[in-house]
């Protein structure tokens, strides 16, 4: 695999190749009969969800080859696991099917992992499409458990809601230097998208 970077998606971004790049890699779920949002919804709709919390991308190639979104607990969420204090979600996971298999995605969920870490939350959650198997198998391999399921408004699919633990660390002179280095970690990626690391 090439090197990739993972940093914050900013300014210089362009909001139609994050979405051109969700399109891709969500045409599979299209084709298992999974309307969700991220096959086929416009820019300003990539904006509005990115706008809801913390956007990661992963950038090879000077391209946007991933990205999530990762929101923290949502006191008015439909989904009740999302209303529970000290649960983070992550949202518009993909990565470039030219890209995938290669481990972009594992690193981009250690950095999701270290950002609940870091704000400390004990637990992280997604969800996703009921029939999505290998999907559910991939999150299943890094750690996230089912914890209940759900029907969104406006999609056809069931989904399962999946959480993963979170260890966090005691606030200790150690923790808090580890912190600080995870800290400028992402914010050294922010400001140069040639640094390469994290696998
Ligand atoms: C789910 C997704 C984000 C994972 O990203 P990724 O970069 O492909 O994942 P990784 O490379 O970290 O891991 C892929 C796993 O599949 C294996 N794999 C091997 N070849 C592969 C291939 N050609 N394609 C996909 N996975 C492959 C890897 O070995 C790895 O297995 P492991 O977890 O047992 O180590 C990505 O596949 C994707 O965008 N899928 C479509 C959109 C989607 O479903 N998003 C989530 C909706 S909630």
Redesign the pocket.
């Known amino acids: 695999m090439k090197n990739f970077a993972i940093r914050r998606f900013n300014s210089n971004d362009s909001l139609e190749e994050v979405t051109h790049m969700l399109h891709r890699?969500?045409a599979?779920?299209a084709v298992l009969g999974a309307n969700c949002l991220c096959v086929d919804q416009s820019p300003s709709t990539t904006r509005a969800r990115m706008a809801r919390g913390d956007c990661l991308v992963a950038v090879a190639d000077r391209r946007i080859v991933?990205t999530l979104t990762l929101e923290s607990c949502d006191p008015s969420s439909a989904v009740a696991h999302y209303r529970k204090p000290g649960v983070a979600s992550l949202h518009q996971?993909?990565?470039d099917p030219v890209?995938?298999?290669?481990?972009?995605?594992?690193s981009m969920l250690k950095v999701a992992t270290m950002w609940a870490r870091m704000r400390q939350f004990g637990e992280l959650a997604?969800d996703?499409p009921v029939l999505?198997l290998d999907?559910r198998s991939?999150y299943a391999?890094?750690g996230f458990r089912r914890v209940g399921g759900m029907r969104v408004a406006g999609r056809c699919y069931d989904s399962v809601v999946m959480s993963k633990s979170i260890s966090l660390e005691p606030r200790t002179h150690a923790g808090v230097v580890g912190r600080a280095a995870e800290l400028a970690t992402l914010a050294r990626d922010a400001q140069d998208p040639a640094h390469r690391g994290l696998h």
Request: hydrophobic share 50%; proline share 4%.
């Open positions: 890699a969500f599979p779920m991933g996971f993909a990565v890209y995938q298999g290669a481990g972009v995605g594992r997604l996703t999505a999907v991939y391999r890094q």
